[in-house]
Nanobody
Framework: QVQLVESGGGLVQAGGSLRLSCTAS????????YGWFRQAPGKEREFVAH???????YYRDSVKGRFSVSRDNAKNTVYLQMNSLKPEDTADYYC??????????????????WGQGTQVTVAS
């Protein structure tokens, strides 16, 4: 059974930092690419960042320069380092695993497996 478990969320002041982790089990971790998405109350889930095998990374414009995605294949874990957090970053953050079309990394529909999410609240 495939499981993705996110952790690291919490309450932080604007300008602060958090590091989210997503640990996977039940799948061949290194054969997947991973994305982070977020969903704020009343809004649709939106793409945040993606890490592709080979070290390629992609970000939504609003987090470029502040967020960094990485992975550790030995630990079956993907990370999202979030710096200079803003109140508008407040959301539930989800990690997903995909073997889909490489160019569709920002499309949640291409992700086969999802975690349960971790809440991030940025206070102004």
């Amino acid at each position: 059974q495939v499981q993705l478990v996110e952790s690291g969320g919490g309450l932080v002041q604007a300008g602060g930092s958090l590091r989210l982790s997503c640990t996977a089990s039940g799948l061949a971790f290194s054969r997947y690419n991973y994305g982070w998405f977020r969903q704020a109350p009343g809004k649709e889930r939106e793409f945040v960042a993606h890490h592709r095998n080979g070290g390629f990374t992609y970000y939504r414009d609003s987090v470029k320069g502040r967020f960094s995605v990485s992975r550790d294949n030995a630990k079956n874990t993907v990370y999202l380092q979030m710096n200079s957090l803003k109140p508008e970053d407040t959301a539930d953050y989800y990690c997903g695993a995909t073997q889909g079309v490489l160019s569709a990394y920002a499309d949640a529909k291409t992700y086969r497996h999802w975690g349960q999410g971790t809440q991030v609240t940025v206070a102004s």
